[in-house]
Structure formats: C-alpha cells, structure tokens
Nanobody
C-alpha cells in the first residue's frame, strides 16, 4: 500500500511552465507504476502519463505528448510532471496515482489503486 501526495500546483499565466511533484507519504513506489491524471471542472478524469518505477518505462497521452514530461527521482522517491506551454484548457485538478497494471492498461483510471488528494493548476492571465 502507498499514499501519494501531490504538490506544486498554482496559478500561472498562459505559456508558463510548472512542475508537479508526487511523494509517497506512506509506503514506497518501488512496486508500482505511477501515473498523472487531471480533471477539469465538469470534465471526466483524463490520463496524462505514467512511469514504471523499476526501469523507468514511460507512456503519454497524445494530448500532452511533447509538452508534458513524467520523470522520477529514485533517491528522493519522487515522481514529477513537468508541464510546458500551459494553456487555459490545462486548468484542472492534477492527481498522482499508483498502479500495478500492465502498460496497455495505464490509460484506464480504474486500474489505479491509490490516489492522491490532487493539486489545483490554474492557467489564466
């Protein structure tokens, strides 16, 4: 069992960058793949990216590929989501979640067992 905790959200202007962090407040990420999702107001939860803790395999949603980067710091036990060229449509609550599922199922939120509380990202001028 692991409890993800997100941080790093905030209010930024269009075109800005932001890096979100996800820490394990309880347990360890070593057995899991860690994903980032977001949910905008009135929208469904959207998968963004996932990274396998052991080995570092990554996968991205087409909607953010080339603009968002998922990474990890093994020593600090952190997972990051670097977001560049942010636009108002990126405004959402961003969640970190843990899964043990296979790569092909990474985009499906139902396969993630442990979720953080989320961090708000607002992109506005």
């Amino acid at each position: 069992q692991v409890q993800p905790v997100e941080s790093g959200g905030g209010l930024v202007q269009p075109g800005a960058s932001l890096r979100l962090s996800c820490a394990a407040s309880d347990g360890s990420f070593s057995r899991y793949s860690m994903g980032w999702f977001r949910q905008g107001a009135g929208k469904e939860r959207e998968w963004l990216a996932t990274i396998r803790w052991m080995g570092g395999t990554t996968s991205y949603a087409d909607s953010v590929k080339g603009r968002f980067t998922i990474s990890k710091d093994t020593a600090k036990k952190l997972v990051f989501l670097q977001m560049n060229s942010l636009q108002p449509e990126d405004t959402a609550v961003y969640y970190c979640a843990a899964t043990t599922t296979v790569v092909s199922a990474w985009p499906s939120a139902q396969y993630y067992n442990y979720w953080g509380q989320g961090t708000q990202v607002t992109v506005s001028s």
